[in-house]
């Protein structure tokens, strides 16, 4: 009978995990990868937190913002109303006012008001309204007048 292998046998010599493994260089790149596209991603959330907190007044850009800047005013959160775009339109009061779509928030909230047209420059909405659930808004309100 014929011996097969041997103890000098090179498949003896290695680790069976050093078999399957990648390379330490390649290891090496995918740690690098790794970490840069985390240090991206916490730049990216730590910017869009900044200039959440300067617009809206939360640096929390997923809840709902404290403030929205429109029309060179400020608008103030005044909590949740029940309603629809047809009865806050009738509310506004101004003629040919109109339901718009103004903005997103970083969140991706929708922004809405009903907008009349402009005569002059200082023609503004009073509220803004940011859809909650069903036929709750949250209402922001211009602050210090018009």
Same mark, same amino acid.
């Given at each position: 009978m014929k011996r097969v292998g041997g103890i000098d046998d090179t498949i003896w010599l290695q680790p069976r995990s050093a078999l399957?493994?990648?390379?330490?260089?390649?290891?090496?790149?995918?740690?690098?990868?790794?970490?840069?596209?985390?240090?991206? &991603?916490?730049?990216?959330?730590?910017?869009?937190?900044?200039?959440? &907190?300067? #617009?809206?007044?939360?640096? &929390?850009?997923?809840?709902?913002?404290?403030?929205?800047?429109?029309?060179?005013?400020?608008?103030? #959160?005044?909590?949740?109303r029940t309603g629809n775009p047809r009865l806050f339109t009738a509310q506004n009061g101004a003629v040919g006012a109109k339901w718009t779509f103004l903005s997103w928030t970083f969140g991706g909230d929708s922004i809405y008001a009903a907008v009349a047209p402009r005569h002059t420059p200082d023609d503004c909405t009073m509220e803004l309204y940011i859809p909650i659930t069903g036929s709750k808004w949250e209402t922001y309100v211009l602050s210090g007048g018009a």
């Open positions: 399957n493994r990648p390379s330490r260089s390649r290891l090496n790149r995918i740690t690098l990868v790794l970490i840069l596209a985390m240090s991206v &991603a916490g730049i990216g959330l730590a910017t869009v937190s900044l200039f959440s &907190a300067k #617009d809206y007044g939360t640096p &929390a850009f997923w809840r709902l913002p404290r403030h929205i800047g429109y029309c060179g005013r400020e608008y103030h #959160d005044q909590g949740v």
